[in-house]
Nanobody
């Protein structure tokens, strides 16, 4: 199981980024995929998850209305669209997969991407 997270970068407040979580070696469509973020000195937190049936679950109220999660099964990829970015969204973002949406990083056991840095700053 391999996941690769990409798409991070430096963006100004109010800007947008789309992160990708691409899978190789297995069919991602059968599994839930969560997006997480972590800042230095803090625990990793789950932001959003998408189930195999395309249902989204938000775990952070702060991103509701700004972030959306989607999946393209043909590309074996899950996306995190981040709009109206704020400095407090700055973090390393990770994706992970398991049978379903788990709500906690430790519950995701099938595989993790390597993380991609998102920096929101003027």
């Amino acid at each position: 199981v391999q996941l690769q997270a990409s798409g991070g970068g430096l963006v100004q407040p109010g800007g947008s980024l789309r992160l990708s979580c691409a899978a190789s070696g297995f069919t991602l469509a059968y599994y839930g995929v969560g997006w997480f973020r972590q800042v230095p000195g803090k625990e990793r937190e789950e932001v959003l998850c998408i189930s195999s049936s395309h249902e989204s679950t938000y775990f952070q109220d702060s991103v509701k209305g700004r972030f959306t999660i989607s999946r393209d099964n043909a590309k074996n990829t899950v996306y995190l669209q981040m709009n109206s970015l704020k400095p407090e969204d700055t973090a390393v973002y990770y994706c992970a997969t398991d049978d379903g949406c788990r709500g906690a990083p430790l519950e995701y056991s099938y595989g993790w991407g390597q993380g991609t840095q998102v920096t929101v700053s003027s």
